[in-house]
Protein backbone atom coordinates (compact mmCIF):
# COMPACT_ATOMS: atom_id res chain seq x y z
CA UNK A 1 0.00 0.00 0.00
CA UNK A 2 2.90 2.37 1.08
CA UNK A 3 4.36 2.07 -2.60
CA UNK A 4 1.03 2.85 -4.16
CA UNK A 5 0.78 6.19 -2.37
CA UNK A 6 4.32 6.90 -3.30
CA UNK A 7 3.76 6.40 -6.67
CA UNK A 8 0.57 8.62 -6.63
CA UNK A 9 2.76 11.42 -4.86
CA UNK A 10 5.19 11.20 -7.14
CA UNK A 11 3.13 11.37 -10.30
CA UNK A 12 1.10 14.41 -8.69
CA UNK A 13 4.39 16.19 -8.05
CA UNK A 14 5.32 15.61 -11.86
CA UNK A 15 2.08 16.88 -13.35
CA UNK A 16 2.53 19.75 -11.09
CA UNK A 17 5.87 20.50 -12.99
CA UNK A 18 4.68 20.15 -16.24
CA UNK A 19 1.80 22.33 -15.32
CA UNK A 20 4.04 24.78 -13.86
CA UNK A 21 5.85 24.44 -17.41
CA UNK A 22 2.98 25.20 -19.45
CA UNK A 23 1.22 28.19 -17.52
CA UNK A 24 5.33 29.35 -17.76
CA UNK A 25 4.98 29.12 -20.88
CA UNK A 26 2.24 30.53 -21.77
CA UNK A 27 2.45 33.39 -20.17
CA UNK A 28 5.75 34.52 -22.12
CA UNK A 29 3.88 34.12 -25.07
CA UNK A 30 0.76 36.30 -23.52
CA UNK A 31 3.83 38.57 -22.82
CA UNK A 32 5.79 38.46 -25.97
CA UNK A 33 2.42 38.92 -27.67
CA UNK A 34 1.21 42.16 -25.78
CA UNK A 35 4.51 43.74 -26.89
CA UNK A 36 3.94 43.64 -30.93
CA UNK A 37 1.12 45.83 -32.02
CA UNK A 38 -0.25 46.08 -35.69
CA UNK A 39 2.78 44.38 -36.76
CA UNK A 40 5.02 47.14 -34.74
CA UNK A 41 7.26 46.82 -31.76
CA UNK A 42 6.77 48.23 -29.04
CA UNK A 43 9.96 47.57 -26.97
CA UNK A 44 13.09 49.51 -26.65
CA UNK A 45 13.35 49.82 -30.35
CA UNK A 46 14.97 52.88 -31.97
CA UNK A 47 15.50 53.26 -35.78
CA UNK A 48 16.76 56.37 -37.46
CA UNK A 49 17.20 56.47 -41.15
CA UNK A 50 18.66 59.75 -42.79
CA UNK A 51 17.42 59.64 -46.27
CA UNK A 52 15.74 62.35 -48.42
CA UNK A 53 12.80 60.82 -49.79
CA UNK A 54 12.83 63.88 -52.74
CA UNK A 55 16.82 63.35 -53.52
CA UNK A 56 16.71 59.09 -53.27
CA UNK A 57 14.85 57.61 -55.58
CA UNK A 58 14.68 53.72 -56.70
CA UNK A 59 17.26 52.65 -54.71
CA UNK A 60 19.10 49.41 -55.07
CA UNK A 61 18.92 47.28 -51.52
CA UNK A 62 21.73 45.49 -50.88
CA UNK A 63 21.77 43.85 -47.27
CA UNK A 64 23.64 41.27 -45.54
CA UNK A 65 23.97 39.57 -42.19
CA UNK A 66 26.00 37.81 -40.09
CA UNK A 67 25.35 34.16 -41.07
CA UNK A 68 27.83 30.89 -42.14
CA UNK A 69 31.33 31.73 -42.80
CA UNK A 70 30.16 35.24 -42.28
CA UNK A 71 30.16 35.27 -46.24
CA UNK A 72 27.01 37.71 -46.65
CA UNK A 73 28.05 40.20 -43.81
CA UNK A 74 32.25 40.72 -45.17
CA UNK A 75 30.81 41.03 -48.65
CA UNK A 76 28.42 43.93 -47.81
CA UNK A 77 30.94 45.39 -45.37
CA UNK A 78 33.26 45.07 -48.71
CA UNK A 79 30.86 46.74 -50.98
CA UNK A 80 29.90 49.48 -48.40
CA UNK A 81 34.00 50.33 -48.23
CA UNK A 82 34.40 50.64 -52.31
CA UNK A 83 31.22 52.57 -52.81
CA UNK A 84 32.20 55.01 -50.50
CA UNK A 85 29.10 54.56 -48.84
CA UNK A 86 28.29 57.03 -45.69
CA UNK A 87 26.01 55.85 -42.69
CA UNK A 88 22.56 57.12 -42.67
CA UNK A 89 21.15 55.01 -40.06
CA UNK A 90 21.01 52.36 -37.35
CA UNK A 91 18.32 50.45 -35.30
CA UNK A 92 19.75 50.10 -31.53
CA UNK A 93 18.07 47.19 -30.41
CA UNK A 94 20.28 45.80 -27.33
CA UNK A 95 17.24 43.27 -26.43
CA UNK A 96 17.96 41.86 -29.91
CA UNK A 97 21.63 40.82 -29.05
CA UNK A 98 23.50 37.98 -27.60
CA UNK A 99 22.74 37.15 -23.81
CA UNK A 100 26.14 38.12 -22.91
CA UNK A 101 28.75 40.97 -21.79
CA UNK A 102 32.21 41.31 -22.77
CA UNK A 103 35.37 41.91 -21.02
CA UNK A 104 38.65 43.21 -21.62
CA UNK A 105 41.46 42.20 -19.08
CA UNK A 106 38.68 41.86 -16.28
CA UNK A 107 36.92 44.74 -17.65
CA UNK A 108 33.20 44.60 -18.70
CA UNK A 109 32.85 46.56 -21.89
CA UNK A 110 29.95 48.57 -22.69
CA UNK A 111 26.97 46.87 -24.23
CA UNK A 112 26.30 47.33 -27.61
CA UNK A 113 23.11 48.71 -28.49
CA UNK A 114 23.73 49.83 -32.10
CA UNK A 115 23.37 46.21 -33.90
CA UNK A 116 22.33 46.93 -37.38
CA UNK A 117 22.87 50.10 -39.99
CA UNK A 118 21.85 51.66 -43.12
CA UNK A 119 24.46 53.11 -45.10
CA UNK A 120 24.01 55.32 -48.47
CA UNK A 121 25.98 55.45 -51.90
CA UNK A 122 24.86 57.07 -55.34
CA UNK A 123 27.33 55.64 -57.90
CA UNK A 124 26.51 56.41 -62.08
CA UNK A 125 23.11 58.21 -60.95
CA UNK A 126 21.80 54.82 -59.23
CA UNK A 127 21.28 55.11 -55.76
CA UNK A 128 22.47 52.41 -53.36
CA UNK A 129 21.08 51.34 -49.90
CA UNK A 130 23.02 49.01 -47.67
CA UNK A 131 21.31 47.07 -44.76
CA UNK A 132 24.75 45.22 -42.10
CA UNK A 133 24.44 44.30 -38.62
CA UNK A 134 26.40 42.51 -36.30
CA UNK A 135 24.07 39.54 -35.26
CA UNK A 136 21.12 37.86 -36.38
CA UNK A 137 18.18 38.78 -33.94
CA UNK A 138 18.38 35.17 -31.98
CA UNK A 139 14.43 33.89 -31.96
CA UNK A 140 12.43 33.85 -34.91
CA UNK A 141 9.88 35.89 -33.79
CA UNK A 142 12.38 38.89 -33.82
CA UNK A 143 14.14 37.92 -37.46
CA UNK A 144 10.52 37.83 -38.53
CA UNK A 145 9.68 41.65 -36.90
CA UNK A 146 13.30 42.79 -37.71
CA UNK A 147 12.55 41.82 -41.48
CA UNK A 148 9.02 42.96 -41.91
CA UNK A 149 10.11 46.78 -39.71
CA UNK A 150 13.46 47.11 -42.24
CA UNK A 151 11.07 46.41 -45.45
CA UNK A 152 8.09 48.72 -44.39
CA UNK A 153 10.99 51.65 -43.44
CA UNK A 154 12.81 51.39 -47.15
CA UNK A 155 9.31 49.93 -49.06
CA UNK A 156 8.70 54.20 -48.67
CA UNK A 157 11.79 54.53 -51.37
CA UNK A 158 10.46 52.43 -53.63
CA UNK A 159 13.55 50.36 -53.85
CA UNK A 160 14.09 48.86 -57.29
CA UNK A 161 15.32 45.57 -56.16
CA UNK A 162 16.60 43.74 -52.74
CA UNK A 163 19.62 41.82 -53.05
CA UNK A 164 20.24 39.84 -49.94
CA UNK A 165 23.89 37.79 -49.71
CA UNK A 166 23.93 34.53 -47.79
CA UNK A 167 26.17 31.46 -47.98
CA UNK A 168 25.15 27.74 -48.57
CA UNK A 169 27.30 24.93 -46.84
CA UNK A 170 29.51 22.83 -48.99
CA UNK A 171 31.05 19.64 -47.32
CA UNK A 172 34.26 18.77 -50.00
CA UNK A 173 36.54 22.57 -49.89
CA UNK A 174 38.04 23.91 -53.14
CA UNK A 175 38.80 27.38 -54.22
CA UNK A 176 36.65 27.63 -57.51
CA UNK A 177 33.55 28.30 -55.55
CA UNK A 178 29.54 28.88 -57.09
CA UNK A 179 27.22 31.27 -56.38
CA UNK A 180 23.81 30.21 -56.37
CA UNK A 181 20.65 31.75 -55.98
CA UNK A 182 16.60 32.33 -56.40
CA UNK A 183 14.77 35.11 -57.33
CA UNK A 184 11.19 36.54 -56.84
CA UNK A 185 10.09 36.14 -60.49
CA UNK A 186 11.36 33.77 -62.89
CA UNK A 187 12.36 36.39 -65.38
CA UNK A 188 14.76 37.97 -62.94
CA UNK A 189 16.08 33.98 -62.20
CA UNK A 190 16.75 33.79 -66.00
CA UNK A 191 18.81 37.13 -66.11
CA UNK A 192 21.07 35.91 -63.21
CA UNK A 193 22.23 32.75 -65.24
CA UNK A 194 23.96 35.60 -67.95
CA UNK A 195 26.18 36.56 -64.56
CA UNK A 196 27.31 33.50 -63.52
CA UNK A 197 24.45 32.47 -61.18
CA UNK A 198 23.30 28.74 -60.63
CA UNK A 199 19.74 28.84 -60.01
CA UNK A 200 18.93 26.90 -56.69
CA UNK A 201 16.97 23.52 -57.99
CA UNK A 202 14.60 22.08 -56.34
CA UNK A 203 13.16 22.85 -53.42
CA UNK A 204 14.65 24.66 -50.35
CA UNK A 205 14.60 27.27 -47.52
CA UNK A 206 16.36 30.22 -46.56
CA UNK A 207 17.10 30.74 -43.05
CA UNK A 208 17.07 34.00 -41.10
CA UNK A 209 16.73 37.94 -42.06
CA UNK A 210 19.11 37.63 -45.27
CA UNK A 211 15.81 35.32 -46.30
CA UNK A 212 13.40 37.37 -44.80
CA UNK A 213 14.10 40.48 -46.30
CA UNK A 214 13.33 39.10 -49.86
CA UNK A 215 10.08 37.09 -48.60
CA UNK A 216 8.48 40.37 -46.82
CA UNK A 217 9.66 42.50 -49.52
CA UNK A 218 8.17 40.32 -52.32
CA UNK A 219 4.70 40.79 -50.08
CA UNK A 220 5.31 44.81 -50.39
CA UNK A 221 5.92 44.19 -54.22
CA UNK A 222 10.00 44.68 -54.30
CA UNK A 223 11.59 42.32 -56.26
CA UNK A 224 14.08 40.66 -54.87
CA UNK A 225 17.31 38.18 -55.26
CA UNK A 226 18.87 35.94 -52.54
CA UNK A 227 22.49 35.21 -53.88
CA UNK A 228 24.57 32.46 -51.97
CA UNK A 229 28.19 31.68 -52.07
CA UNK A 230 29.15 28.43 -51.71
CA UNK A 231 31.32 28.00 -47.98
CA UNK A 232 33.30 25.17 -46.35
CA UNK A 233 33.21 27.17 -43.31
CA UNK A 234 29.88 26.68 -41.65
CA UNK A 235 31.65 28.33 -38.69
CA UNK A 236 34.65 30.77 -38.40
CA UNK A 237 35.27 33.42 -41.49
CA UNK A 238 35.52 32.35 -44.90
CA UNK A 239 37.48 34.45 -47.77
CA UNK A 240 36.57 32.61 -50.79
CA UNK A 241 32.59 32.88 -50.54
CA UNK A 242 32.92 36.76 -50.05
CA UNK A 243 35.42 37.12 -53.01
CA UNK A 244 32.51 35.39 -55.26
CA UNK A 245 29.82 37.39 -54.12
CA UNK A 246 31.19 40.39 -54.43
CA UNK A 247 32.70 39.45 -57.69
CA UNK A 248 29.01 38.44 -58.73
CA UNK A 249 27.47 41.87 -57.62
CA UNK A 250 30.22 43.81 -59.54
CA UNK A 251 29.03 42.14 -63.37
CA UNK A 252 25.28 42.36 -62.11
CA UNK A 253 25.44 45.75 -60.98
CA UNK A 254 28.03 46.72 -64.02
CA UNK A 255 29.95 48.91 -61.29
CA UNK A 256 33.98 48.19 -61.30
CA UNK A 257 35.09 46.96 -57.86
CA UNK A 258 38.57 46.42 -57.14
CA UNK A 259 38.67 43.19 -55.43
CA UNK A 260 42.30 43.02 -54.41
CA UNK A 261 42.32 43.57 -50.80
CA UNK A 262 39.58 40.26 -50.55
CA UNK A 263 42.20 38.50 -53.05
CA UNK A 264 44.55 38.80 -50.89
CA UNK A 265 42.96 37.71 -48.14
CA UNK A 266 41.15 34.79 -49.71
CA UNK A 267 44.70 33.54 -51.29
CA UNK A 268 46.14 33.18 -48.06
CA UNK A 269 42.93 31.76 -46.46
CA UNK A 270 43.15 28.88 -49.35
CA UNK A 271 47.20 28.38 -48.34
CA UNK A 272 46.25 28.27 -44.81
CA UNK A 273 43.33 25.43 -44.76
CA UNK A 274 45.00 23.22 -47.76
CA UNK A 275 47.76 23.22 -45.08
CA UNK A 276 45.92 22.00 -42.35
CA UNK A 277 43.50 19.49 -44.81
CA UNK A 278 46.78 17.99 -46.16
CA UNK A 279 48.07 17.45 -42.84
CA UNK A 280 44.71 15.91 -41.48
CA UNK A 281 44.89 13.73 -44.42
CA UNK A 282 48.48 12.59 -43.86
CA UNK A 283 47.61 12.09 -40.35
CA UNK A 284 44.14 10.09 -41.42
CA UNK A 285 46.51 8.00 -43.69
CA UNK A 286 48.90 7.18 -41.16
CA UNK A 287 46.53 6.21 -38.59
CA UNK A 288 44.48 3.91 -40.76
CA UNK A 289 47.71 1.78 -41.38
CA UNK A 290 47.09 -2.25 -40.22
CA UNK A 291 50.19 -4.01 -39.03
CA UNK A 292 49.97 -7.77 -38.94
CA UNK A 293 52.53 -9.45 -36.34
Known sequence: MYWVVSLILVIRRRIGVCLYILVFLKLNIILLYSYIVDGECELDIEFELKLDKDKVSEPIIIAGL???GLTGKQAVDYLIEEF???????IKAPFLSSPVITTNDGIVNDMMEELFTFYYSKLNGQDYVFFTGITQPPSPEWQHNLSKLVVNKLSDYEP??????????IYT??????VYGVATKPEILEDLKFYGVIPMAGE???????????????????????LMGETYLTTGRDYIAPL???????????????TSRLEKLALA???????????????DDEGSLGYIS
Open 269 to 283: FHEEISKALSKKKKQ
Open 160 to 169: RIIYTLAATP
Open 244 to 258: ALVRIMSRILDVEVD
Open 84 to 90: KARKVGF
Open 66 to 68: PGM
Open 173 to 178: YKWDVA
Open 204 to 226: GVISGVNGLLIGYGKMNGINGVV
